[in-house]
């Protein structure tokens, strides 16, 4: 018999035509019936390094400021996510979930979930141990343990603040429950290559699930002459816009979101910016099309001939 019309072969060949989560996806498969149904849901996604989690934070208050009850969920195996909300690095889900050897019955909710600056809920999910495992694992447990304990029906909005530009199907896990992937990008070579990978897993991801492409957020650069030229390209869109300031160094050292730090004519124009980012993000941005390039053409397109 031809080994092409073996009968294991056609059979692994139909369950991979079959395949629901993308074409090629080598991932954890997420329980495709764990779902975030009421609230609406941000993904914040950038190059490392770039200020996603100082971003998800500062918006995650914004938020809360504008009277949504709030939930922020790191998903970063260093569990830095929302210590400028909580001022301490809380334990992870996955952390906690060893010391009762993943017996979720025995856990309460308080167990893992944290009160932040202004009522923000927080959750850092964390991850495995490095070299193994997947981080798509961590994000599913973590939304099945909030649904069990039912503190996704008392939420408006949920922010995922996911680590660096891993663009794998684990860490590209929270684009299942977003409504809207959000990226954080400055104005330079390497955050705008990191970008436009990103903007090609979120396109993937779309083809399975509800996530659209929402923008982004111009983050640390007094111009954005090469983000813009990037969007007008692909069909991208900035949201917001938030300068290289030293008080957004210093809330950071300072364990402190921008909203707690003593008032500046500066100052008063970031915050004005975040509260004006998530009051057009609650009201509801279109979905972007946009179509991202391949690595050569970016490498060709920016910078100085």
Not at 233 to 257: E, N, Q
């Amino acid at each position: 018999m031809n080994v092409f019309t073996h009968p294991r072969v056609a059979r692994d060949e139909a369950k991979r035509r079959t395949r629901l989560d993308g074409d090629g996806s080598v991932q954890v498969m997420l329980d495709p019936t764990v779902t975030i149904e009421t609230a609406k849901v941000f993904a914040v996604y950038g190059k490392g390094g770039i200020g996603k989690s100082t971003t998800s934070s500062n918006l995650s208050v914004a938020f809360s400021k504008l009277g949504k009850r709030v939930l922020q969920i790191g998903c970063d195996p260093k569990h830095d996510s929302t210590f400028t909300l909580t001022k301490s690095l809380i334990p992870t889900v996955i952390d906690i979930l060893e010391k009762v050897d993943f017996h979720t019955e025995e856990l309460r909710a308080d167990d893992f979930v944290f009160d932040g600056y202004n009522g923000v809920m927080c959750v850092e999910a964390g991850g495995p141990p490095a070299g193994t495992g997947c981080g798509g694992y961590v994000v599913g447990q973590t939304v099945k343990l909030l649904k069990e304990h039912h503190l996704l029906e008392d939420t408006d909005v949920v922010i995922f603040d996911v680590l660096g530009d891993v663009v794998c199907g684990g860490f590209a896990a929270p684009l299942q429950h977003a409504d809207r992937a959000l990226i954080v990008t400055a104005n330079d070579f390497d955050s705008i290559f990191a970008m436009n990978r990103i903007v090609a897993a979120i396109l993937a991801k779309s083809r399975n699930y509800n996530v659209r492409l929402g923008g982004v957020i111009a983050n640390r650069s007094a111009a954005t002459d090469e983000i813009d030229r990037f969007n007008d390209t692909i069909g991208l869109r900035t949201l917001a816009h938030f300068p290289d300031l030293d008080v957004i160094r210093r809330s950071r050292l300072k364990k402190s979101t921008l909203f707690e730090m003593e008032s500046t004519p500066e100052l008063e124009a970031v915050k004005t910016e975040y509260l004006r980012l998530a009051a057009g993000l609650w009201a509801g941005t279109e979905p972007l099309t946009a179509q991202p390039m391949k690595d050569r053409q970016i490498f060709d397109f920016l910078g100085f001939n």
